[in-house]
């Protein structure tokens, strides 16, 4: 932390000077404009404009001897922070090709637009600015809501395969919000002009992290599915457990939009009671195969949901 001297300025102001480093970084000079807004005890500083939301930022990767893991970890990255144009190269990029391309897929309004046969260069045309991050969360809360209402007809037909590409659409926009998140709070200027605060941000990137991480145990839950040998009344006994896991979740989200915490508060106590019937349920069933794994899954179900709604409540 740097301590600055206030100077005063004529008959009515005041003067603070500006470290030279945030200066630098922020390319501004003597003459530019800076907005100054007041949040509470703090004086928050930020550029007028966004001199940086016209330039390409590129970015080049050497993947040669990586791993698809390995290259994806590195991909993702420059992709979440905003590199415009990532070129891979490799000593034999034909033996990456294949796993690159398919990364890329995974990546939204990201695209090959020249192969060779030592580099691969992907570009987006994207306008972060019109991004919107809470329109990317409620996308997905959509899809993991259909996924719920589709896995609990996995005991009758296997949609496991359909699932999974949902939950790869997903993981998908919740990359797209993680760049979006980071763009809008290194640009405060262009956050002021969505109406986007600090805690706005925070809370739409955690709640969408525990919204993807509800889609991958549903995923998980629909092939496991498949493989218990229930009894019928076993089985009605584990829909209507589901049923109330997914009406909790459906309910709690749009506590969530609503910020209603007074509601919210309630919904954590009845959280405590479905994660006591999944216990139960676990004691009757236990030596059934697979049922330990689902049990688990759906504990983390309704632990990621009231994990959501406390942080809500906690945030607001």
């Known amino acids: 932390m740097e301590y600055r001297k206030i100077i005063g300025f004529g008959k009515s102001s005041y003067v603070v000077s500006l470290p030279k480093a945030w200066m630098t970084d922020k390319k501004l000079k003597k003459g530019d404009i800076v907005y100054v807004d007041q949040d509470g005890d703090r004086l928050l500083l930020y550029p007028a404009e966004n001199k940086e939301g016209n330039e390409i930022k590129k970015a080049t990767m050497d993947v ?19 590199f415009n144009e990532i070129t891979l190269i490799s000593e034999n990029m034909k033996a990456n090709a294949k796993d690159v391309r ?21 570009k987006d045309f994207l306008n972060m600015e019109d991004i919107i991050p809470s329109n990317l969360m409620n996308k997905m809360d959509l899809i993991t809501r259909e996924m719920l209402a589709d896995s609990k007809g996995a005991f009758e037909e296997d949609k496991s395969f359909n699932i999974e590409e949902r939950d790869f659409d997903v993981n998908r926009l919740l990359y797209l919000l993680y760049r979006a998140v980071r763009y809008f709070q290194r640009n405060p200027a262009a956050a002021r002009k969505k109406g986007l605060t600090p805690e706005e941000l925070m809370l739409v ?4 992290t525990k919204v993807e991480r509800i889609a991958d145990q549903v995923k998980r839950i629909a092939r496991l599915i498949r493989r218990v040998k229930f009894r019928e009344s076993e089985q009605e006994e584990l829909a209507a457990l589901y049923s109330s896991i997914e009406r909790y979740y459906i309910e709690s989200l749009s ?4 910020k209603d915490t007074e509601k919210a508060f309630r919904l954590c106590t009845q959280g405590k009671r479905l994660i006591k019937q999944c216990k139960d349920f676990y ?23 009231r994990s959501l709604l406390t942080y809500m409540c906690d945030i607001t």
Do not use: C
């Open 64 to 82: 040669t001897g990586m791993t698809k893991q390995e290259i994806r970890l590195q991909l993702v990255s420059k992709y979440i922070q905003n």
């Open 102 to 122: 398919s990364i890329v897929h995974d990546l939204m309004a990201l695209e090959v637009v020249e192969e060779t046969s030592s580099k691969i260069v992907t």
């Open 205 to 208: 990137w955690f709640a969408a």
């Open 255 to 258: 506590v969530f939009y609503k």
């Open 283 to 305: 004691r009757q069933n236990w030596n059934y195969e697979s049922v330990p794994l689902i049990v688990e899954k759906l504990n983390s179900i309704v632990a990621d949901t």
